[in-house]
């Protein structure tokens, strides 16, 4: 489903991780002109409103209907960032949570439907008890999946209490096809898919083939949304992330843990080693796979991955190193995550604040407004947002030119449109490099503002212009410490 995901001669993703509709809208512009193709934006679905802990992020995953008003805005607002968002080429996908509503209690959700989860009880919808898996389907003694090494609970019982909806029933396919299908109308291009090792890929299949074409008052007639299924498959359960890829995309779990080892250097990795990273490391199919370094679950704990592992925000350097390899290497569909802060504090391997909401107050979520405040904007990091500029320049040319010394120095090019290296040791180095780049100078990236000369200057830290000689050659000097990379392309 949905290969045209971005518009053409763009490639890159950002998940902006709570952030209000409004926002978004206004963010749209600096995203454009920074050649990012797509949001991701948090569920937009009416959800439970947890007040113990205060307000989670993780109550925007406890769907109480599929009526559009959340702390990230209304219908109107929703509308609005789409069609902005759209007019300047810049998709949104929306999160959908379509295995489960909320856990158990009962309540008053986001936008003013009561619940009773006791009574499956969703009257906003409406959902009642026999839309949702019960003793008949799950059988273990508390209806929780308690065995993930038994594919049957895994999909018929509840995921931490969430409960379960009945995907093969015709009246639960209607009513979740006809929300994505009202957000479709509304312009959006694609879905990330929640918790779909929960859900049987045939019911997937049957839901899928519901939805409608792309809205052609921005997209092509006949375009088939944008589906991408989050499985996370480290290689240990019965069901593999490649159960799900004749649907669409799956989230690419391995990817971002392959990274952080090497870049942390654990068990012995170098990035010497990345020379053919990708399916050779046991990764799907780069054009099956969705990637990123982090994402929200495992900055925090959740999920997979493990603090030791995960690079995030809190470990710039490192994490800026991952983004780039990431970005320069030709791998899936990347996603860029874009965070909030939070007193992250780990106490015996766990994180004591793995729960608390976006910047704000009483549940209100405060405007985004990048490096001001607590919204960390990641996306918007010059060696971020400068490496979806080479990989735009770099598109569908395969990677060439790799040069490694053994240890934990690496170069390599893109077929005559980008080169970069990156230092992983402790010192800076320095020597002729074959680039395949055309004769000409190039900036930068990593430090420098642009690509072309004079080099924009950010802060005195741009380290200029590097000339590549008619033969490809070109001198240069790698940094060690902080940023130890050079970027360049056309
Ligand atoms: C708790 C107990 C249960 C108990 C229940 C009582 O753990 O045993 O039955 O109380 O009702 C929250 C709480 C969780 C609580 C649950 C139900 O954290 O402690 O259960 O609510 O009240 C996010 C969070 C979850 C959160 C959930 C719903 O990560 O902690 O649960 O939202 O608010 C697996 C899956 C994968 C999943 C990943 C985290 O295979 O699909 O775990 N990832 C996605 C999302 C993720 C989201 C969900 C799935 C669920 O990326 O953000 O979970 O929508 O690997
Ligand atoms: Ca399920």
Redesign the pocket.
């Known amino acids: 489903l949905g290969s045209y995901y971005c518009q053409t001669g763009r490639d890159v993703a950002v998940h902006l991780f709570e952030w209000k509709w409004a926002d978004i809208e206004k963010e749209c512009s600096w995203l454009a002109e920074h050649g990012y193709c797509a949001v991701q934006v948090s569920p937009v679905h009416e959800n439970?409103v947890?007040t113990d802990p205060p307000y989670?992020w993780?109550?925007?995953?406890?769907p109480v209907s599929y009526k559009m008003g959340s702390r990230s805005g209304n219908d109107a607002q929703f509308r609005s960032m789409v069609s902005t968002c759209n007019n300047l080429g810049v998709f949104i996908y929306v999160d959908g949570?379509f295995?489960?509503m909320?856990?158990?209690?009962s309540g008053v959700g986001s936008d003013g439907s009561s619940f009773n989860a006791d009574s499956k009880s969703y009257p906003g919808v409406p959902y009642g008890e026999n839309d949702f898996h019960g003793s008949a389907e799950c059988q273990t003694s508390?209806g929780?999946i308690q065995d993930y090494n038994d594919a049957n609970q895994v999909r018929n019982c509840?995921?931490?209490?969430?409960r379960d909806l009945k995907g093969s029933s015709e009246y639960v396919r209607g009513m979740t096809s006809d929300f994505m299908n009202y957000l479709i109308g509304v312009g959006v291009a694609g879905f990330r898919m929640?918790?779909?090792?929960?859900m049987w890929p045939g019911d997937l299949e049957a839901l899928y083939g519901r939805l409608n074409n792309l809205n052609t008052q921005w997209f092509p007639a006949g375009t088939r949304p944008y589906i991408y299924q989050?499985?996370?498959d480290m290689g240990s359960e019965p069901i593999k992330a490649s159960d799900y890829t004749y649907l669409g995309r799956v989230t690419e779990f391995k990817h971002g843990k392959n990274l952080g080892d090497v870049i942390r250097k654990n068990n012995g990795q170098r990035l010497s080693y990345l020379s053919n990273f990708g399916e050779s490391w046991g990764q799907l199919s780069g054009t099956d796979a969705l990637v990123f370094i982090d994402?929200?679950?495992n900055q925090r704990g959740?999920?997979?991955g493990g603090f030791g592992t995960i690079l995030t925000f809190f470990e710039a350097n490192m994490y800026k190193i991952a983004n780039a390899f990431e970005l320069a290497w030709q791998y899936g569909h990347v996603r860029i995550m874009s965070s909030y802060n939070w007193p992250r504090n780990i106490v015996n391997g766990v994180d004591v604040n793995d729960?608390m909401g976006p910047p704000g107050n009483g549940g209100v979520t405060a405007n985004a407004v990048c490096f001001n405040g607590d919204w960390i904007c990641e996306h918007r990091w010059r060696q971020i947002s400068n490496m979806v500029r080479f990989h735009n320049a770099a598109l569908g040319y395969p990677v060439s030119n790799w040069w490694d010394n053994g240890g934990d120095r690496i170069a390599f090019g893109r077929s005559g449109k980008g080169f970069i290296v990156i230092n992983n040791e402790g010192s800076e180095f320095s020597q002729s490099f074959s680039t395949g780049l055309p004769a000409g100078t190039y900036c930068d990236v990593i430090s420098c503002d642009n690509n072309r000369s004079p080099c924009g200057n950010s802060g005195g830290s741009c380290r200029g212009e590097f000339t590549v000689d008619g033969s490809g050659m070109a001198q240069i000097t790698v940094p060690s410490g902080e940023d130890p990379m050079i970027a360049l392309h056309v």
């Open positions: 439970r947890i989670p993780y109550q925007r995953y406890q949570v295995n489960h909320t856990g158990g209690g508390n929780e509840m995921l931490v209490g969430l929640d918790a779909c090792k929960h989050e499985v996370i994402n929200h679950d959740h999920g997979a729960w």
